[in-house]
């Protein structure tokens, strides 16, 4: 009869197994230390192809020690030396490239893991994997080095933003901006900026005529940035002493050649009694800054020039009604940029209400309406908020200077652009002129520095008869 034990089952003990290890006579391990020092190299060199080129050229060294001797051997490194840095200086993308292969093995792919680990975009499965993104291409500039990732399943682009300052601190960057790319969901692009070209003054360019593409900035790059007047308002915001004026007088220096030829018209609304933009009055079609003698028509004048914008609208959208979407400046029919020093003294410091109310009517027209029949409204603030721009979404192109709060960054460029990385709040006072660049459409602000036009320079270019004004500056000063 079968006996049932009823009780606990016990798993049976595991019994430890150690193995035991190989041991090799001293001479064959000292050749099996060497056979792996020989296949991890040979690996190396055929990964890297400036490792393959040291060692090709030290071989060819010592065959040519034995027909030129080492002193020709040494005046044959000289002389390709020489060639190599003849090439580095010559050719500048040739020492971009040498400069992004050794950056990147030698400054990002070294710190790599530890990097991710630290920052916490590892992840951990319960298993104990642990995953890490990949290190993708980088590219280098004088100034920038691009990093490309590909980032874990489930990553975002925010994650990335919010260890941003930890990135810039372990790759020995002054700043990191996180970028998605278009077309390419799964990887970001990780801009670390190594030296910084506008700590410089910049000096204005010519001019030019192409009102989608003028030349008022300067990028970190070292190119200009070629901002665009056609189809689009712009708003500039910052705090005092930061450099709006300095963006302002950029773009109107670039319009001297539309405005002598006709193509554009430049409307001043000045507030500050004139103050500011006197100095180009020569150029302005329209200069309105204030009749002090009567204190309702002072803010009264302001309400008439934006309502005749608002007339000059309504008659162009009649005339171009099924001819054309988009307003094409001619001589005939040029540009209207309406420039607005100070747009809180318009919409929120107004004594009278009929005044107050006429210019938000009329700003809220051109605002929405203006900017297909070619009425484009430049307007500058130092106070973001929505009681002093209440209509603040109708600026397709947003630049920001230094400002004194963090949240100013998200208000006017958008949620998560301070954590991308357009910090304006911490933009120095020494640096006026800097400013952040952020247009409808592309998803991260530009850093820039506008080009500082001085009052002598107004006074020498700018301050001049309309017929004058497109010649470049060197013709002028002549």
């Known amino acids: 009869m079968a006996t049932t034990f009823v009780g606990r089952r016990v798993g ?6 150690t193995r035991r290890p190989l041991r090799l006579p001293l001479p064959l391990l000292v050749i099996w230390w060497l056979v792996r020092f020989v296949i991890r190299a040979l690996v190396i060199m055929a990964r890297s192809p400036f490792a393959l080129f040291l060692v090709t050229l030290a071989v060819l060294g010592l065959v040519a020690e034995q027909w030129y001797g080492l002193a020709g051997v040494m ?23 040498l400069r992004a292969r050794w950056r990147r093995r030698w400054t990002y792919a070294y710190k790599w893991p530890a990097t991710m680990d630290f920052a916490g975009l590892n992840r951990t499965r319960k298993d104990g994997r642990q995953y890490a993104p990949v290190l993708g291409k980088v590219t280098c500039s004088a100034t920038v080095d691009v990093v490309r990732a590909r980032m874990l399943a489930g990553q975002v682009v925010e994650d990335w933003s919010k260890v941003s300052g930890r990135l810039c601190q372990t790759f020995g960057a002054i700043d990191c901006r996180v970028r998605s790319i278009p077309g390419r969901p799964h990887d970001v692009e990780l801009a670390f900026l190594i030296h910084d070209p506008l700590v410089e003054t910049v000096t204005p360019c010519n001019a030019t005529d192409d009102l989608t593409a003028l030349p008022v900035a300067m990028t970190e790059a070292g190119d200009w940035y070629k901002l665009n007047l056609i189809g689009t308002h712009i708003l500039l915001v910052g705090a005092t002493r930061r450099g709006k004026s300095s963006g302002l007088w950029a773009i109107l220096n670039q319009l001297r050649s539309n405005i002598s030829d006709g193509t554009a018209q430049v409307w001043v609304l000045d507030p500050k009694g004139g103050m500011e933009m006197a100095f180009g009055a020569a150029m302005f079609a329209r200069f309105v800054y204030g009749d002090t003698d009567a204190s309702v028509a002072y803010e009264l004048d302001f309400a008439l020039a934006l309502e005749d914008a608002v007339l000059v609208m309504r008659e162009r959208q009649s005339a171009l009604r099924g001819v054309v979407r988009v307003h094409v400046p ?35 027209l051109l605002q929405s309406q203006g900017a297909a029949v070619g009425v484009t409204v430049l307007a500058a603030v130092q106070d973001p908020r929505k009681d002093t721009v209440p209509d603040r979404g109708l600026y397709p192109t947003r630049v920001l200077f230094g400002v004194t709060e ?13 954590d991308r990385g357009a910090r304006a709040d911490q933009i120095p006072e020494s640096l006026p002129g800097v400013a952040f660049v952020q247009v409808d459409g592309i998803a991260e602000p530009v850093r820039v520095r506008f080009a500082l036009v001085t009052d002598d320079y107004i006074r020498q270019h700018l301050a001049r008869p309309l017929a004058v004004l497109s010649a470049q500056p060197d013709e002028v000063a002549a």
């Open 406 to 418: 963090a949240d100013d960054v998200d208000m006017v460029l958008g949620k998560g652009a301070r």
């Open 330 to 364: 001619t001589p005939a029919d040029p540009l209207i940029v309406i420039v607005i020093d100070e747009l809180a003294a318009l919409t929120h410091y107004v004594n009278d209400r009929d005044a107050k109310r006429r210019i938000g009517n009329a700003l809220s």
């Open 12 to 17: 049976a003990s595991v019994v430890p197994v």
């Open 75 to 97: 005046a044959g490194y000289c002389w390709l030396t020489a060639a190599l840095l003849g090439v580095w200086f010559w050719f500048p993308p040739f020492g971009k490239f």
